[in-house]
């Protein structure tokens, strides 16, 4: 447990010590790196920094740590280009990528959004609908709940805002021409099978 015994330098130096994770942050799905491995790597650059026996030191190795381009290590900031509300509660993001730069993602593949509430850091898995080779951009597709932490996190967002991704995590491990057979579903499935089985997997919810 970080304390700081009085103000001054050293209250400063502990006031940007990284936080730990909050529970149930962790998504459960095999991540590498997990949000405790990023919380682990990321306290280690806060340690390191300390000798400096400068606060701003740290906040210059976090700076040069990141880069424009998306990282599973670390969270990197991304400009909001545009907003399109498609339902009552649904809308379409639209992220600048540096360049003509693309995402590349690999099917099933997702990134992590991080966001904070009234202090609490969140972080919240989606995959990208637009195409894994669209130059320039990414767009995610996200349906807001008026109880939601991460879409009270979602609804202040405007054009022009900077959102933090790190990604991207999972996949599935498929290759051309490797299928031997297919298995043919029966025309009939019962109703939570066809529910299943229609539900778009874009959609994500909060």
């Known amino acids: 447990v970080l304390q700081a015994p009085g103000g001054g330098e050293e209250a400063a130096w502990l006031a940007r010590a990284p936080r730990p994770p909050a529970p149930g942050q962790c998504c459960g799905g095999g991540c590498r790196p997990c949000v405790h491995d990023s919380y682990a790597a990321a306290l280690a650059r806060w340690r390191r920094a300390r000798p400096a026996g ?26 909001l280009s545009s907003v399109e509300q498609l339902t009552e509660d649904t809308y379409q993001y639209r992220f600048e990528l540096p360049g003509n730069s693309s995402l590349r993602l690999s099917l099933g593949q997702h990134i992590v959004l991080r966001g904070e509430v009234n202090g609490l850091e969140i972080q919240r898995a989606y995959t990208p609908i637009s195409p894994g080779n669209a130059e320039g951009y990414f767009d995610v597709l996200i349906k807001c709940y008026e109880a939601g932490l991460m879409s009270q996190y979602i609804k202040t967002w405007k054009k022009g805002d900077m959102v933090f991704w790190r990604g991207p995590f999972g996949g599935f491990p498929y290759q051309p021409n490797k299928v031997r057979a297919w298995t043919r579903l029966p025309q009939t499935l019962p109703a939570p099978a066809a529910a299943a089985a229609s539900a778009p997997s874009s959609l994500h919810l909060d």
């Open 54 to 79: 400068n606060a701003d030191n740290y906040l210059l190795l976090f700076l040069q740590s990141n880069n424009s381009e998306l990282n599973p290590d670390s969270f990197t900031a991304f400009s």
